[in-house]
T-cell receptor, first 112, second 114 residues
Framework: DQQVKQNSPSLSVQEGRISILNCDYT??????FLWYKKYPAEGPTFLIS?????DKNEDGRFTVFLNKSAKHLSLHIVPSQPGDSAVYFC???????????FGDGTTLTVKP | NAGVTQTPKFQVLKTGQSMTLQCAQD?????MSWYRQDPGMGLRLIHY???????DQGEVPNGYNVSRSTTEDFPLRLLSAAPSQTSVYFC?????????????FGDGTRLSIL
């Protein structure tokens, strides 16, 4: 039973437009949610996070929205740039258990 | 600042061989973890450690052993390699496991079992 799901394996967006990446979860014990970005042949790098007590967190071009009732979060990138092309992983943390659970990732391609 | 260092970057093994994947961090992080990533899939937790001398199993621990004798090092041992263990392995660390702090990842070890 996959507790964190990213239902879109890939997303293609034109440079300058908005990219929206989605993530759904099932475990109500998750209390932090994070997005990581991964380039080929490198490890994931942290992008942005949100606590379960908030519904929005913004950092420059990146905004994460959390809808707890729907158990859904999304990452918005505005405006999208070609350098944003990467695999994006959604991760959820149950701080009581001290473990992170990752989704399968979404490959974002930003076309010039 | 090196961060999380994994060695080797690539390795090919024969079925039944054993080996150790090395992971070291220089950030004095208490929490360290090992993940495997298979094609088209996310990262699955193998083992983790909340501090020196303490380890615990993750989602997919079978066939792997770990130890944490120092804060800096967290090696992953394959006892008897099997083709199903062909994967990319990532080591990660964070200041504490029981918080929402992000993990710092190494660049991975690509392992092929023939």
């Amino acid at each position: 039973d996959q507790q964190v799901k990213q239902n879109s394996p890939s997303l293609s967006v034109q440079e300058g437009r908005i990219s929206i990446l989605n993530c759904d979860y099932t475990n109500s014990m998750f209390d932090y949610f994070l997005w990581y970005k991964k380039y080929p042949a490198e490890g994931p790098t942290f992008l942005i996070s949100i606590s379960s007590i908030k519904d929005k967190n913004e950092d420059g071009r990146f905004t994460v929205f959390l809808n707890k009732s729907a158990k859904h979060l999304s990452l918005h990138i505005v405006p999208s740039q070609p350098g944003d092309s990467a695999v994006y992983f959604c991760a959820a943390i149950n701080t009581n258990a001290g473990k992170s659970t990752f989704g399968d990732g979404t490959t974002l391609t930003v076309k010039p | 600042n090196a961060g999380v260092t994994q060695t080797p970057k690539f390795q090919v093994l024969k079925t039944g061989q054993s080996m150790t994947l090395q992971c070291a961090q220089d950030m004095n992080h208490e929490y360290m973890s090992w993940y495997r990533q298979d094609p088209g899939m996310g990262l699955r937790l193998i083992h983790y450690s909340v501090g020196a001398g303490i380890t615990d199993q993750g989602e997919v621990p079978n066939g792997y052993n770990v130890s944490r004798s120092t804060t800096e090092d967290f090696p992953l041992r394959l006892l008897s390699a099997a083709p199903s263990q062909t994967s990319v392995y990532f080591c990660a660390s964070s200041p504490h496991g029981g918080s929402g702090q992000p993990q710092h990842f190494g660049d991975g070890t690509r392992l092929s079992i023939l």
